[in-house]
């Protein structure tokens, strides 16, 4: 067989592993079956290419134009996925492993191109969070926008996931507008190397906005600055020796760390053997101890039950270990396949050996090499239980993190002492709960909330759908306080920002308006040539008003509009009673026939370029209308976002005032306009 020679993509050019390349093997075989690293990379030019080519590249772009290319990106991968497949049974990997880690890569490179497109601007500001009123006239205001860092995102990543590990930070980081060089652990580094070939290959990314490193990483820490990020993924040792590089420390340089956790699951109190409950707990267990052999860094190291049931769960998970049959990948019926190399074999049984110190190895041999197919000698070990009958004063357990298949059982009195139990790994990623009991899951929530980044909660409603203790979602949050590295990553948007930087903007409303490209209130409102809603989307200007005739309100109108909907609430029907109600001086119209009447004012009937009326958002009525009040509106386009080659959204501002402009009504109208 030939040796793969992983290589690295720098400054635009594919360079092959040098002199002091280090080999690879098989997780499965143990023969050596790639090398890398050893070439001696020019890591300014790298830093350079990303910050002035790929940088300018992708800030040139909208958030859209990017999420677009996101999901080309994602859909190209997938047509490719079979080859990342094939390459990922060395490493030790199971086809359903190769799901979470391929797929799961694909699908999470999807979720961020379609939150791109649906809660993200169709511009390169995000405005974060709502307009500030600094002053009582209004005329200086304050906002918080993000905007692309301008240097480059540095990935070092672990070996666990060469793919996922990759596109959960690329995604969000191409999103924002950020060049990235990835850095993949040497051990599985094959695969990251083949998936970056697909990547660029796809001809989709602008130069400079990918780079690898396969191999060492030489001076690059050294060499960033103050405008550049780097996002870590590995053990708590690696991370704290490269979070205190001097240079990252003096030029504030962002380090985001996703390290080791003791993650914890716990069984609920309310839950017994005969319960739907103790089944998914003693499956959601299993698979946290077998996929990826263990290897997961949210996977169930600390299993924390009732005294009462500590016997229980240990015959249980036994009987469903018992059935995961361990060895080569690639064949019919294997479970679980091999640990990433023998290296990783060695420290997992070495750490075994330290848990076993304080507790008793109740399911599991670590000796035991009955295994699937002719793997001798890979890295295959088998699940292995332990008991610790003291948890209070056992202290390795909390801080020993074993990558593999290898978790301890603890008992608890009371959920009190499981949230303690569960803390004491002193920060985690996720800590599950299998429970029906809303009381136990919020007492869980305010006592453990702080220590786990991710509180994952399962009981028999929610069973068919959940997505599983161990699965970071690009939706939600990952990372963890402490022990887990500190970092915060994906998220939805939230994982974006993190590879900008907010900024407060301070300024007039015209300002604040332009800066944004959002029309905020008190900003010169433009005089259309014709009404607005005979114009086309790209017609349109930000600030494009229209002010309507005036209508009165009469007692005729409420009493029609009351029968008409049958909404014969009494301060709309009831002079005494209104009078009677803190809010109402007597009988007032209905906050609906207000906005129906300003549809009324403000639409053009005849058939043009509004498509359909999709929505209204921030509705507040300010101040009640009573039988002779008249009102008028003003409307006026406040942001529009492109949707389809044929339509976009238009978000109008509405404002409803009396005879006295006085603000009756506030809220902001969606349409949908052709181009
Ligand atoms: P590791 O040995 O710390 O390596 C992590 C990464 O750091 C690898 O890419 C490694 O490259 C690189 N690295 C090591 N020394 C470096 C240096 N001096 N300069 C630059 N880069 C350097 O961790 P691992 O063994 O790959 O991963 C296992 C650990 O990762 C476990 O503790 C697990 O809990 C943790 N993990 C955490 C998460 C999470 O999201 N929190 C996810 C997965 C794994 P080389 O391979 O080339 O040395």
Redesign the pocket.
Known sequence: MTLMKVSSFAAGQWIAPGAGARPIASAITGAQIAEA?GAALDMQSMIDYARDTGGPALRAMGFHDRAKMLKALAVHLGEHKQMLYDLSFDTGATQSDHMIDIDGGIGTMFVFASKGRREMPDGQVYIDGEIEQLSRNGTFLGMHIATPLQGVAVH??????PVW?MLEKLAPTLLAGVPAIV?????T?YVTEAAVRILLDSGILPHGALQLIS???GDL?DRLGPQDIVS????????S??RSNPNILRNSVRFVA????LNASILGPDVTPDTPEFDLFIKEVQREMTTKAGQ???AIRRIIAPDAQVQNVIEALSASLDKTVVGDPRADGVRMGALVSAS?KADVLEKATAIGTESKLVYGNPDDTDFAGDVDPGAFVKPMLFHCENPDTATIVHEC?A?GPVSTIMGYRDIAHAIELANKGDGS?VASVITGSGDVAREVAMGAGAFHGRLYFNNATSMKESTGHGS?LPHMV??GPGR??GGEEMGGVRGVLHYMQRTAIQGSPDILTAIGGRWVPGATEIDGPAHPFTRKFGELSIGETLHTKSREITLDDIEHFANFTGDTFYAHMDSAAAKRNPFFPDRVAHGYLLLSFAAGLFVEPNEGPVLANTGLDNLRFMKPVEAGHSMKVRLTVKAKTRRTDEYGEVRWHVTLTNQDDELVAEYELLTMNAY
Not at 156 to 161: D, V
Not at 183 to 187: C, N, V, Y
Not at 258 to 261: M, N, T, V
């Open positions: 690293g070092i990543n672990a070996f666990n996931f590990g850095k993949p652990a040497t051990a580094s191999g060492g990483t820490l870590f993924t590995g053990s708590a040792q690696t991370a020796m490269l996703e390290q080791d956790s997961k860094c949210t990783q993190e990558f990623l970071p990952h990372g887990a590295g």
